[in-house]
Structures are given as structure tokens and as C-alpha cells.
């Protein structure tokens, strides 16, 4: 069983940065893809980045290539998502997911394990 805990959201203005962590404890999952996602009120969630367990594989969705970077450090069990040029339509909860795979994938039906979600909010 691996537990995720997500941290680093928060207010901040358009075109500002946060840097979200996802930590892991429990087993660890330096053999587990991990990715990020989020969800914005009425909307369902989506797919925002993902890396795979050696981080030499990343994936991103259009919407934020070239502004966010996901990368991870296995030795403190750590996955990061580096948001710069933040918009407003990048407001939602963020969540962390690992998947039993050293494959990332952009399929939320393909994780296995799920943070509680840390809110990010852009204002205009």
C-alpha cells in the first residue's frame, strides 16, 4: 500500500509559480509511474502531467507543456510539479497518483493509488 500526500497549492496571481510535492509513504514507489491530475469544479479530472519511474520518460498535457515541469527524487520518495506562468484556467484541486508500473501513462483509470488533493487558485 503506498499513501499520498500532496502539498504546495495555494493562491497566487496570474502568471506567478508554485511548485506542488506529492510524498510517499508506506512502500515506497520508486518502481511505481507517478502523475499528476486535477479537477475543477464541475469538471471531471484530467490528466496534467506524468513520469515514468526512472523520470526518463515525461509526459504533458497541451494545455500546460512548456509552463509546468514534473520530475521526482526516489531516494526521498518525492514527486514534484513545477508551475510557472500560472493562468486562471489552471485553477483546481491537483492530485498525485502512482501506478504499479514503471510506465507513466495519461490514463486516470490506470493508477492505482490517489492523494487527497492540494487546491490551486489563480486569480486574474
Known amino acids: 500500500q503506498v499513501q499520498l500526500v500532496e502539498s504546495g497549492g495555494g493562491l497566487v496571481q496570474a502568471g506567478g509559480s508554485l511548485r506542488l510535492s506529492c510524498a510517499a509513504s508506506g512502500r515506497t514507489f520508486s518502481y511505481y509511474a507517478t502523475g499528476w491530475f486535477r479537477q475543477a469544479p464541475g469538471k471531471e479530472r484530467e490528466f496534467v502531467a506524468a513520469?515514468?519511474?526512472?523520470?526518463?520518460?515525461?509526459y504533458y498535457a497541451d494545455s500546460v507543456k512548456g509552463r509546468f515541469t514534473i520530475s521526482r527524487d526516489n531516494a526521498k520518495n518525492t514527486v514534484y510539479l513545477q508551475m510557472n506562468s500560472l493562468k486562471p484556467e489552471d485553477t483546481a484541486a491537483y492530485y498525485c497518483?502512482?501506478?504499479?508500473?514503471?510506465?507513466?501513462?495519461?490514463?486516470?483509470?490506470?493508477?492505482?493509488?490517489w492523494g487527497q488533493g492540494t487546491q490551486v487558485t489563480v486569480s486574474s
Open positions: 497518483a502512482a501506478r504499479r508500473s514503471v510506465i507513466a501513462s495519461r490514463a486516470l483509470n490506470e493508477y492505482n493509488y
Open positions: 513520469i515514468s519511474w526512472t523520470g526518463s520518460s515525461t
